[in-house]
């Protein structure tokens, strides 16, 4: 008698199973890390830079169901070393969270679920799905940490430009005059959202376009730099139409038509330029040979698996939201005793920084022999979202303020008390005419932290470790003279030597634990 199918395994070609528990999988990671998703959601919604996060789940969905004649030919198999994936991705999570580093939690929740997948389905279809995966990552919101340098790159290249062109040029940070006007590069000049489109769009069509991994590479390159270019191009024409039209025209809402339209010629004169080379009428050269794998997977094998994606998926964010629950320390005021010499004073300038979130905040002026210094200290008990030391919201002055420029900004060697250190220095301009010389640092469990990503990571990862996980941001200012920087650095240097001791104790008293 011949022998019946199995209603408990899964057929080597074509299971259905292992598919609809994929997509099952997907969805329901989605709805355990849903905090996550919404907060991507909430970028896509609120920035015309990462609008096109919408697009990337339909996109890597559309180029998973045109490879659904060659998926047919493969072996879903389980995959155990994909959990091992998982779990790093799990605790990459774990301390984003943590950390409340909204970005890399986003990246680590996407690499869990590319991770689910190849945990589930095995290495073969894995690597047949790489790209389709792999492009969920462009639903990450990444990339504004290259505001500043595109911004510089974009005054560098327009100012260059401008005197080239025989214009007399001053300039301060990103700040510049020219005889018809006043020019500022902003952060919506820095190109930011062109290059973000431009890389999406250029790594999709050199898929789509290209079988060479080589000429796929050099078209994601083009992609890269042929819009940093642009965008230092766009801004130079828009000054000089501006110029030679007595300041009437490429100003408000054309100020961004004739951008986009640059933007759009561009992109279609590097497509037109790829398409020279297409070998989309070839077929993938890197695609896995078929049938690598043989005989029936038992159903329960996938079952199985899919459970122990949830249960290992399932273990960061049930840790992270106990976490969450622990209540807040005590917390004394703070406060600073003078010290070497420095009176307390009244006010001398009306700048106030942009630090949010804090648990305690002090607001002091000190001076010594007519040298007036302003001490603002910023604490945050515990790290959590909205209150963070370290937080993009947490700045020296608001885009376009009314009051205040920021006419240069960088990290800084200093001289302490004798020991080399660096600071976060800022120079700002107001409105009045007064300038101020601005220094900031971090201070964690005592040690001075000025580089955001390892004060982010160790805070993380004491908050994770159930230590101590507080910090204090220190900022002082005093105001300087145009070309009299030298006597503002020995001001604040002699400041932060003095009042290094009152500070750190400060810091000690207002936790309670």
């Avoid at 907060?39 to 659904?68: C, D, K, N, Q």
């Avoid at 660096?422 to 201070?443: D, E, I, M």
């Avoid at 920087?485 to 500070?503: G, K, S």
């Amino acid at each position: 008698m011949p022998r019946l199918p199995d209603a408990l395994t899964v057929p080597a070609r074509g299971g259905w199973l292992p598919a609809g528990l994929a997509i099952a999988l997907v969805l329901l990671l989605i709805a355990v890390f849903w905090p996550t998703f919404y907060s991507m959601a909430e970028v896509w919604e609120r920035s015309e830079t990462f609008a096109h996060g919408y697009l990337i789940f339909p996109i890597s969905a559309w180029l998973i169901w045109r490879m659904r004649d060659e998926l047919t030919g493969l072996q879903p198999q389980p995959d155990l070393r994909g959990l091992l994936v998982l779990a790093a991705a799990g605790l990459g999570w774990l301390l984003a969270d943590a950390g409340s580093v909204n970005v890399a939690a986003q990246a680590a929740f996407i690499a869990m679920l590319v991770a689910a997948v190849w945990t589930l389905l095995g290495w073969q279809v894995f690597r047949a799905l790489l790209f389709p995966l792999m492009f969920l990552f462009f639903a990450v919101p990444v990339g504004e940490f290259l505001i500043q340098p595109l911004m510089g790159v974009t005054a560098d290249f327009t100012v260059a430009m401008l005197r080239a062109t025989g214009i007399p040029v001053y300039r301060e940070g990103t700040f510049f005059s020219i005889p018809s006007g006043d020019w500022s590069v902003v952060e919506g000049c820095s190109g930011l959202r062109y290059l973000i489109a431009s890389i999406t769009l250029g790594v999709l069509y050199a898929y789509l376009t290209f079988r060479s991994w080589r000429r796929r590479l050099l078209f994601v390159v083009a992609a890269v730099i042929v819009p940093i270019f642009a965008n230092s191009g766009r801004a130079y024409m828009i000054v000089m139409i501006a110029h030679l039209s007595d300041m009437k025209l490429a100003l408000g809402v054309d100020h961004y038509i004739y951008g986009w339209v640059f933007f759009g010629f561009v992109m279609l004169l590097l497509f037109w330029v790829g398409s020279f080379w297409r070998e989309d009428e070839r077929p993938q050269s890197d695609a896995p040979p078929r049938g690598m794998a043989a005989g029936d997977v038992p159903a329960r094998a996938f079952w199985r698996t899919g459970v122990a994606v949830l249960v290992v998926a399932s273990l960061w964010p049930a840790y992270a939201l106990w976490l969450s629950a622990r209540a807040l320390p005590a917390m004394a005021q703070l406060q600073v005793e003078p010290h070497g010499g420095w009176q307390s004073a009244g006010a001398f300038t009306k700048w106030t920084p942009h630090w949010v979130g804090a648990d305690r905040q002090l607001r002091q002026s000190f001076v010594q022999a007519d040298h007036p210094v302003l001490l603002e200290l910023n604490y945050y008990a515990t790290q959590r979202q909205g209150a963070e030391l370290i937080n993009s919201q947490n700045f020296m002055i608001r885009q376009k303020d009314p009051a205040w420029s920021n006419i240069g900004e960088t990290v800084a060697g200093v001289t302490i008390g004798g020991q080399p250190r660096q600071v976060r220095q800022a120079k700002l301009r107001g409105s009045n005419g007064q300038r101020l010389l601005v220094w900031q640092w971090n201070l964690i469990d005592q040690r001075h932290v000025v580089n955001d990503q390892i004060a982010k990571l160790v805070l993380a990862a004491d908050r994770v470790l159930l230590k101590r996980d507080d910090g204090l941001s220190v900022l002082i200012a005093t105001p300087y003279e145009d070309g009299e920087m030298d006597a503002a650095v020995t001001i604040l240097a002699r400041f932060a030597a003095d009042m290094d001791a009152p500070i750190g104790r400060a810091l000690d008293q207002v936790d309670g634990r």
